[in-house]
């Protein structure tokens, strides 16, 4: 059998790490960390991602303010939600919830956002010190990904990493954290217009797989004994099932899982790590703050 990699069991010991930390700076006299989230429309997985952060938030002792519009926000209105934050000493940082509404420009908004309080690793600012191996804050789902690496005891030093997937908010920044000096790893990033993807992937002593395709990396993707992380989460519909789907990854885990020394699963892997390094993110802006 394989080590199943408990991504719900490492963020709780996060979590607990923060919580402690809180209550510590609370019993000093000194303010909590506070973030806050901006968010636009009605998208029902953003609307659940924001009251998760507020729920998380309130469970390690964080302040937490979410700024709610409506789908027909006019775009001046995100902009000075964001110049607001961005003066208020009060707010350690905040994210912005993708996606937003057509009217208001990505490129806008990000290039208004404080890199001081862009917990999202969105402004350019950020983006270049994560390549040049500087301090900044790290996104959040590949902070969860060498998270999970990290406290699991898989060592990434001299191995060939293969990345599946190239978005700005997994693939390349997470190819960035893995080639530094305290990673070590040799990566390779494949997309969807990789040749021989199946021989590429299956050569990775850790394949990571962000490619938004549900259950597509089968046992014949992957190295025997390899360590395979699944970022990705799909709800498929099964009638079955009580609620009328399942949820799964781009890993079929029940044939994959048989092959590799370690595996994460879906749910209670990547997904679970994501808002713990949000959180961490958090508490490292707090403290440079003050």
Known sequence: MPNIIDGKAIASTIKTEIATEVKSLLDQGK???????????????ALSYVNSIEKQCKGVGYICSAY??????????????ID???SDDEVDGYIIQMPLPKQVSIDKVVA???PRKDMDCFHPVNMGNLLLGKDCYAPATPHG????LRRSNI??????CVILGRSNIVGKPLSMMLLHKDANATVTVCHSRTKNLKRVCSRADILIVAI?????????????????????????????QPNGYRVCGDVKFDEVSKKCEAITPVPGGVGAMTMACLLQNTMKAYKSRQ
């Open 112 to 114: 208004h956002v404080d």
């Open 84 to 86: 607001f934050l961005n």
């Open 155 to 160: 060592d990434t030093t001299g191995k060939e």
């Open 212 to 240: 938004g395709q549900p259950e597509m990396i089968t046992a014949d993707y992957v190295k025997e004994k390899a360590t395979v992380i699944d970022v990705g989460i799909h709800r498929i519909p099964d009638p079955a």
């Open 145 to 148: 990904v060498m998270e999970l």
């Open 68 to 81: 709610k519009f409506p789908a027909n926000v006019p775009e001046k209105d995100i902009l000075a939600t």
């Open 31 to 45: 303010p909590a960390p506070h973030l806050a989230v901006v968010i636009a429309g009605e998208d029902g997985a």
